[in-house]
Protein backbone atom coordinates (compact mmCIF):
# COMPACT_ATOMS: atom_id res chain seq x y z
CA UNK A 1 0.00 0.00 0.00
CA UNK A 2 1.32 2.90 -0.70
CA UNK A 3 0.35 6.97 0.15
CA UNK A 4 0.53 9.85 -1.75
CA UNK A 5 0.54 13.22 0.16
CA UNK A 6 -0.36 16.35 -1.40
CA UNK A 7 0.93 20.14 -0.66
CA UNK A 8 -1.88 22.59 0.37
CA UNK A 9 -1.89 25.25 -2.26
CA UNK A 10 -0.25 28.70 -0.85
CA UNK A 11 -2.27 31.61 0.32
CA UNK A 12 -1.65 34.60 -0.66
CA UNK A 13 0.76 36.61 1.57
CA UNK A 14 2.57 33.34 2.79
CA UNK A 15 6.01 32.63 3.04
CA UNK A 16 5.16 29.76 0.92
CA UNK A 17 3.22 32.07 -1.44
CA UNK A 18 5.41 32.32 -5.54
CA UNK A 19 6.63 35.68 -5.89
CA UNK A 20 6.45 37.37 -8.94
CA UNK A 21 9.93 38.77 -9.09
CA UNK A 22 12.72 36.58 -9.43
CA UNK A 23 13.12 34.46 -6.41
CA UNK A 24 16.86 34.00 -5.07
CA UNK A 25 17.87 30.61 -4.17
CA UNK A 26 19.01 30.00 -0.68
CA UNK A 27 21.46 27.47 0.29
CA UNK A 28 20.25 24.95 3.12
CA UNK A 29 22.41 26.77 5.96
CA UNK A 30 22.40 22.48 7.76
CA UNK A 31 23.78 20.29 6.38
CA UNK A 32 21.83 17.15 5.11
CA UNK A 33 21.36 14.61 7.64
CA UNK A 34 23.80 12.20 6.24
CA UNK A 35 26.34 14.50 6.49
CA UNK A 36 25.40 15.04 10.02
CA UNK A 37 25.80 11.63 11.19
CA UNK A 38 23.88 10.18 13.45
CA UNK A 39 21.11 11.91 15.29
CA UNK A 40 21.39 10.92 19.33
CA UNK A 41 18.55 10.97 21.30
CA UNK A 42 17.70 12.62 24.29
CA UNK A 43 17.76 9.45 26.70
CA UNK A 44 21.22 9.03 25.30
CA UNK A 45 22.22 12.21 25.96
CA UNK A 46 20.90 11.99 29.52
CA UNK A 47 22.63 8.49 30.28
CA UNK A 48 25.76 9.38 29.77
CA UNK A 49 27.73 9.82 32.45
CA UNK A 50 31.49 10.88 32.25
CA UNK A 51 33.84 8.54 34.14
CA UNK A 52 35.61 11.39 35.68
CA UNK A 53 32.29 12.16 37.39
CA UNK A 54 32.15 8.96 39.30
CA UNK A 55 35.33 9.37 41.00
CA UNK A 56 34.01 12.57 42.67
CA UNK A 57 31.19 10.90 44.10
CA UNK A 58 33.53 9.22 47.21
CA UNK A 59 34.96 12.58 47.79
CA UNK A 60 31.74 14.31 47.81
CA UNK A 61 30.26 11.59 50.19
CA UNK A 62 33.00 12.43 52.44
CA UNK A 63 32.69 15.88 52.57
CA UNK A 64 29.00 15.71 53.33
CA UNK A 65 29.55 13.49 55.76
CA UNK A 66 32.66 15.99 57.64
CA UNK A 67 30.56 18.86 56.97
CA UNK A 68 27.33 17.18 58.64
CA UNK A 69 29.98 16.16 61.81
CA UNK A 70 31.41 19.87 62.09
CA UNK A 71 28.10 21.76 62.15
CA UNK A 72 26.47 19.32 64.57
CA UNK A 73 28.29 20.81 67.52
CA UNK A 74 27.10 24.32 66.39
CA UNK A 75 23.28 22.80 65.65
CA UNK A 76 23.31 21.00 69.10
CA UNK A 77 24.18 24.45 70.90
CA UNK A 78 21.27 26.29 69.67
CA UNK A 79 18.86 23.12 70.01
CA UNK A 80 19.71 22.83 73.70
CA UNK A 81 19.58 26.81 73.98
CA UNK A 82 15.99 26.96 72.43
CA UNK A 83 14.63 23.82 75.11
CA UNK A 84 13.29 24.49 78.78
CA UNK A 85 15.89 24.36 81.42
CA UNK A 86 14.47 20.68 82.41
CA UNK A 87 14.99 19.19 78.92
CA UNK A 88 18.51 20.61 78.70
CA UNK A 89 19.93 17.53 78.80
CA UNK A 90 17.53 15.71 76.57
CA UNK A 91 19.04 13.08 73.73
CA UNK A 92 16.04 14.47 71.04
CA UNK A 93 17.80 15.33 67.86
CA UNK A 94 14.87 17.09 66.97
CA UNK A 95 14.10 21.18 68.22
CA UNK A 96 11.74 22.08 70.86
CA UNK A 97 9.65 22.37 72.67
CA UNK A 98 10.81 26.10 71.96
CA UNK A 99 11.53 27.99 75.08
CA UNK A 100 13.55 31.36 76.09
CA UNK A 101 13.74 30.31 79.76
CA UNK A 102 17.61 30.17 79.04
CA UNK A 103 17.77 33.63 77.42
CA UNK A 104 15.80 35.08 79.50
CA UNK A 105 17.69 33.70 82.70
CA UNK A 106 20.97 34.56 80.86
CA UNK A 107 20.28 38.35 80.57
CA UNK A 108 19.40 38.58 84.34
CA UNK A 109 22.25 36.39 85.50
CA UNK A 110 25.19 38.61 83.38
CA UNK A 111 25.94 41.46 82.41
CA UNK A 112 26.00 40.08 78.47
CA UNK A 113 26.01 43.15 76.67
CA UNK A 114 28.72 44.79 78.42
CA UNK A 115 30.83 41.69 78.02
CA UNK A 116 30.17 41.48 74.34
CA UNK A 117 31.33 45.29 73.87
CA UNK A 118 34.46 44.58 76.11
CA UNK A 119 35.26 41.25 73.51
CA UNK A 120 34.62 43.19 70.45
CA UNK A 121 37.04 46.17 71.85
CA UNK A 122 39.50 43.49 73.02
CA UNK A 123 39.70 41.54 69.30
CA UNK A 124 39.62 44.49 67.27
CA UNK A 125 42.38 45.91 69.47
CA UNK A 126 44.65 42.88 68.66
CA UNK A 127 43.21 42.33 65.31
CA UNK A 128 44.19 46.33 64.57
CA UNK A 129 47.86 46.08 66.41
CA UNK A 130 48.92 42.67 64.73
CA UNK A 131 48.18 43.77 61.54
CA UNK A 132 50.46 47.03 61.96
CA UNK A 133 53.23 45.32 63.46
CA UNK A 134 52.71 42.48 60.68
CA UNK A 135 52.60 45.33 57.37
CA UNK A 136 55.74 46.95 59.40
CA UNK A 137 57.98 44.12 59.87
CA UNK A 138 56.91 42.29 56.47
CA UNK A 139 57.55 45.47 54.69
CA UNK A 140 61.21 45.66 56.39
CA UNK A 141 62.07 42.11 55.45
CA UNK A 142 60.97 42.27 52.04
CA UNK A 143 62.15 46.04 51.27
CA UNK A 144 65.73 45.58 52.26
CA UNK A 145 68.90 43.50 52.95
CA UNK A 146 70.97 44.16 56.04
CA UNK A 147 72.58 41.85 58.23
CA UNK A 148 71.02 38.98 60.51
CA UNK A 149 68.20 39.09 57.92
CA UNK A 150 67.29 35.45 57.70
CA UNK A 151 68.18 35.01 61.27
CA UNK A 152 66.07 37.76 62.88
CA UNK A 153 62.99 36.18 60.23
CA UNK A 154 63.81 32.60 61.26
CA UNK A 155 63.58 34.00 65.42
CA UNK A 156 60.21 35.06 63.75
CA UNK A 157 59.14 31.46 62.80
CA UNK A 158 60.24 29.90 65.37
CA UNK A 159 58.28 31.97 67.84
CA UNK A 160 55.37 30.82 65.35
CA UNK A 161 56.26 27.22 65.91
CA UNK A 162 56.79 27.46 69.74
CA UNK A 163 53.32 25.88 71.39
CA UNK A 164 51.41 28.64 73.35
CA UNK A 165 51.86 26.14 76.47
CA UNK A 166 55.76 27.06 76.15
CA UNK A 167 55.51 30.88 76.31
CA UNK A 168 51.91 30.77 78.89
CA UNK A 169 54.09 30.71 82.42
CA UNK A 170 56.49 33.63 81.60
CA UNK A 171 54.03 35.76 79.71
CA UNK A 172 51.50 35.41 83.38
CA UNK A 173 54.56 36.35 85.12
CA UNK A 174 55.48 39.21 83.01
CA UNK A 175 51.65 40.48 83.69
CA UNK A 176 51.73 39.74 87.02
CA UNK A 177 54.79 41.77 88.01
CA UNK A 178 53.13 44.67 85.88
CA UNK A 179 50.38 44.38 87.66
CA UNK A 180 47.66 43.93 85.41
CA UNK A 181 46.20 40.63 86.32
CA UNK A 182 42.54 40.27 86.15
CA UNK A 183 42.43 43.59 83.72
CA UNK A 184 41.71 43.42 79.69
CA UNK A 185 45.00 45.20 79.18
CA UNK A 186 46.94 42.20 80.80
CA UNK A 187 45.11 39.98 77.75
CA UNK A 188 46.06 42.48 74.92
CA UNK A 189 49.51 43.15 75.51
CA UNK A 190 51.11 39.69 74.95
CA UNK A 191 49.62 39.19 71.60
CA UNK A 192 50.23 42.75 70.31
CA UNK A 193 52.56 40.79 67.50
CA UNK A 194 51.71 37.85 65.43
CA UNK A 195 54.33 36.14 63.63
CA UNK A 196 51.32 34.36 61.60
CA UNK A 197 50.67 37.66 59.94
CA UNK A 198 53.92 38.82 59.79
CA UNK A 199 54.26 35.81 57.79
CA UNK A 200 51.48 35.82 55.68
CA UNK A 201 52.32 39.59 54.48
CA UNK A 202 56.26 38.88 53.71
CA UNK A 203 55.07 36.41 50.67
CA UNK A 204 53.04 39.10 49.31
CA UNK A 205 55.44 41.72 49.43
CA UNK A 206 58.35 39.59 48.37
CA UNK A 207 55.62 38.78 44.82
CA UNK A 208 55.07 42.77 44.98
CA UNK A 209 56.62 44.28 42.06
CA UNK A 210 59.57 45.96 42.47
CA UNK A 211 59.29 48.52 39.40
CA UNK A 212 56.34 50.25 41.22
CA UNK A 213 58.57 50.71 44.19
CA UNK A 214 61.31 52.27 42.21
CA UNK A 215 58.86 54.65 40.32
CA UNK A 216 57.52 55.32 43.83
CA UNK A 217 61.15 56.20 44.81
CA UNK A 218 61.79 58.20 41.35
CA UNK A 219 59.15 60.16 42.24
CA UNK A 220 60.51 61.48 45.35
CA UNK A 221 58.29 59.46 47.70
CA UNK A 222 60.51 58.10 50.82
CA UNK A 223 60.40 54.55 52.17
CA UNK A 224 57.50 55.76 54.92
CA UNK A 225 55.02 57.60 51.80
CA UNK A 226 55.76 54.54 49.87
CA UNK A 227 54.38 52.08 52.35
CA UNK A 228 51.37 54.26 52.68
CA UNK A 229 51.01 55.13 49.26
CA UNK A 230 51.99 52.91 47.06
CA UNK A 231 52.19 49.21 49.15
CA UNK A 232 49.40 48.97 51.80
CA UNK A 233 46.58 50.13 48.80
CA UNK A 234 47.50 47.72 46.50
CA UNK A 235 47.63 45.12 48.96
CA UNK A 236 44.02 45.67 50.64
CA UNK A 237 42.42 42.06 49.28
CA UNK A 238 45.04 40.64 51.55
CA UNK A 239 44.81 42.69 54.21
CA UNK A 240 41.17 42.65 54.45
CA UNK A 241 41.42 38.24 54.99
CA UNK A 242 43.91 38.49 57.27
CA UNK A 243 42.56 41.23 59.59
CA UNK A 244 39.71 38.91 59.56
CA UNK A 245 40.85 36.09 60.74
CA UNK A 246 42.95 37.86 63.42
CA UNK A 247 39.58 39.11 64.82
CA UNK A 248 38.00 35.92 64.48
CA UNK A 249 40.86 34.23 66.20
CA UNK A 250 40.88 36.96 69.13
CA UNK A 251 37.41 36.70 69.50
CA UNK A 252 37.63 32.66 70.05
CA UNK A 253 40.71 32.54 72.35
CA UNK A 254 39.53 31.25 75.42
CA UNK A 255 42.69 29.98 77.41
CA UNK A 256 44.90 33.25 77.78
CA UNK A 257 41.84 35.43 78.94
CA UNK A 258 40.51 32.55 81.14
CA UNK A 259 44.32 32.38 82.95
CA UNK A 260 44.98 36.26 83.30
CA UNK A 261 40.78 37.18 84.12
CA UNK A 262 40.70 34.48 87.28
CA UNK A 263 38.41 37.11 89.01
CA UNK A 264 36.95 39.25 86.60
CA UNK A 265 34.22 38.47 84.20
CA UNK A 266 34.66 41.48 82.04
CA UNK A 267 35.16 39.19 78.57
CA UNK A 268 32.49 36.66 77.48
CA UNK A 269 34.40 34.06 77.28
CA UNK A 270 35.12 33.46 80.99
CA UNK A 271 31.87 35.25 81.79
CA UNK A 272 30.50 31.75 80.58
CA UNK A 273 32.23 29.98 82.85
CA UNK A 274 29.85 31.28 85.55
CA UNK A 275 27.31 28.88 85.18
CA UNK A 276 29.79 26.12 85.88
CA UNK A 277 29.66 25.25 89.45
CA UNK A 278 30.44 22.63 92.12
CA UNK A 279 26.52 22.52 92.57
CA UNK A 280 26.03 21.42 89.18
CA UNK A 281 25.95 23.08 85.72
CA UNK A 282 23.86 24.91 84.08
CA UNK A 283 23.85 23.26 80.46
CA UNK A 284 20.62 25.29 79.04
CA UNK A 285 21.96 28.91 80.27
CA UNK A 286 25.57 27.66 79.02
CA UNK A 287 24.20 27.04 75.80
CA UNK A 288 21.97 30.20 75.75
CA UNK A 289 25.03 32.51 76.23
CA UNK A 290 27.34 30.44 73.81
CA UNK A 291 24.75 30.88 70.90
CA UNK A 292 24.48 35.13 71.99
CA UNK A 293 28.63 35.32 71.82
CA UNK A 294 28.53 33.19 68.10
CA UNK A 295 26.11 35.90 66.94
CA UNK A 296 28.72 38.59 65.99
CA UNK A 297 31.40 35.83 64.26
CA UNK A 298 28.15 35.22 62.50
CA UNK A 299 26.93 37.85 61.34
CA UNK A 300 30.32 38.79 60.43
CA UNK A 301 30.56 35.93 57.84
CA UNK A 302 26.68 36.55 56.46
CA UNK A 303 27.50 40.16 55.64
CA UNK A 304 31.32 39.91 54.59
CA UNK A 305 30.83 36.66 53.09
CA UNK A 306 31.46 37.79 49.38
CA UNK A 307 34.34 40.24 50.67
CA UNK A 308 35.86 37.18 52.30
CA UNK A 309 35.81 34.73 50.25
CA UNK A 310 36.83 37.61 47.44
CA UNK A 311 39.82 38.68 49.70
CA UNK A 312 41.01 34.81 50.05
CA UNK A 313 40.59 33.86 46.22
CA UNK A 314 42.95 37.46 45.31
CA UNK A 315 45.28 36.90 48.55
CA UNK A 316 45.76 33.42 48.41
CA UNK A 317 45.45 32.61 51.85
CA UNK A 318 43.99 29.32 52.28
Known amino acids: MAFITIAPPAQPGSADAPLSGPRKVSRPTTAPAAERGPMRSPSLRLGSVRPGSLRTVPSHILLIALALVSIFPIYWMFVTAFRPPSD???TNPL?????????QYVLKTIPIA?????TFGMALTLAVSQLLVAILASYGFARWDFVGKKALYLLFVGSWLVPFQVTMIPNYLLVS???LLNTITGVVIPQLCSAFAVMMLRQHLEAFPKDLLDASQMDGRSSWRTLWEVVVPNLRPALAALGIMLFISAWNEYLWPSLIMQKSDALIQVG???F???EGNNWGAIMAASSLACLPIFLIYIFLQRYVVDAFVRSGLK
Open 88 to 90: ALS
Open 95 to 103: PGPLSLENF
Open 114 to 118: GMLAN
Open 177 to 179: QMG
Open 272 to 274: IRG
Open 276 to 278: LGA
